[in-house]
T-cell receptor, first 112, second 117 residues
Framework: AQSVTQLGSHVSVSEGALVLLRCNYSSSVPPYLFWYVQYPNQGLQLLLK??????LVKGINGFEAEFKKSETSFHLTKPSAHMSDAAEYFCAVSDLADKLIFGTGTRLQVFP | DADVTQTPRNRITKTGKRIMLECSQT?????MYWYRQDPGLGLRLIYYSFDVKDINKGEISDGYSVSRQAQAKFSLSLESAIPNQTALYFC????????????????FGPGTRLLVL
């Protein structure tokens, strides 16, 4: 069965520092992988998705993620954190029945 | 106007009461979903519908029921609410995509915060 594991429920960085949010997946077939972001008091919105094209995927707001099959990972990065990046981030994998399986989320705090 | 709307946005109810959460969408999508979000558990799928005549149970359907009244409307009911159903509930929609693709983006409503006393 498909699943995702997000390492670290909370990540804190200083403004301007590198953001790295970790996601590892388990899938019996080539996966489709997603990162969603949830800003305070809002629903989730798509940051980026991997659909078996380029392994380096660029998303909105300067985020990107790299699909690494050998490591079964899809980590999310941003070179320079901004205060507005403070949110909760969810990794997800599409299962064989066209549904999304979400990770437990990582809350990102950005300090000035 | 928002593409996916949920009503109510906040609800307090008592144990044993029946309540309904409603979701409407203007995106013209066939697929609709109900999730609940609990701290530390992420989002878990309750029910989903791939078209008006197709309703499926998700990971945690016990204690819930749904109704797909039209392509644009998908309601979630708690037949007899209990305190452990206190959570944040999200509705989402997605397009069918070409050849039934599984990578279509899901679009989420703003959520309904439910408290069961």
């Amino acid at each position: 069965a498909q699943s995702v594991t997000q390492l670290g429920s909370h990540v804190s960085v200083s403004e301007g520092a590198l953001v790295l949010l970790r996601c590892n997946y388990s899938s019996s077939v080539p996966p489709y992988l997603f990162w969603y972001v949830q800003y305070p008091n809002q629903g989730l919105q798509l940051l980026l998705k991997y659909t078996s094209a380029a392994t380096l995927v660029k998303g909105i707001n300067g985020f990107e993620a790299e699909f690494k099959k050998s490591e079964t990972s899809f980590h999310l990065t941003k070179p320079s954190a901004h205060m507005s990046d403070a949110a909760e981030y969810f990794c997800a994998v599409s299962d064989l029945a066209d549904k999304l399986i979400f990770g437990t989320g990582t809350r990102l705090q950005v300090f000035p | 106007d928002a593409d996916v709307t949920q009503t109510p946005r906040n609800r307090i109810t008592k144990t044993g009461k029946r309540i309904m959460l409603e979701c409407s969408q203007t995106k013209g999508h066939d697929r609709m979903y109900w999730y609940r979000q609990d701290p530390g558990l992420g989002l878990r799928l309750i029910y989903y519908s791939f078209d008006v005549k197709d309703i499926n149970k998700g990971e945690i359907s016990d204690g819930y029921s749904v109704s797909r009244q039209a392509q644009a409307k998908f309601s979630l009911s708690l037949e007899s609410a209990i305190p452990n159903q206190t959570a944040l509930y999200f509705c989402a929609t997605s397009d069918r995509g070409t050849s039934g693709s599984t990578w279509e983006t899901q679009y989420f409503g703003p959520g309904t915060r439910l408290l069961v006393l």
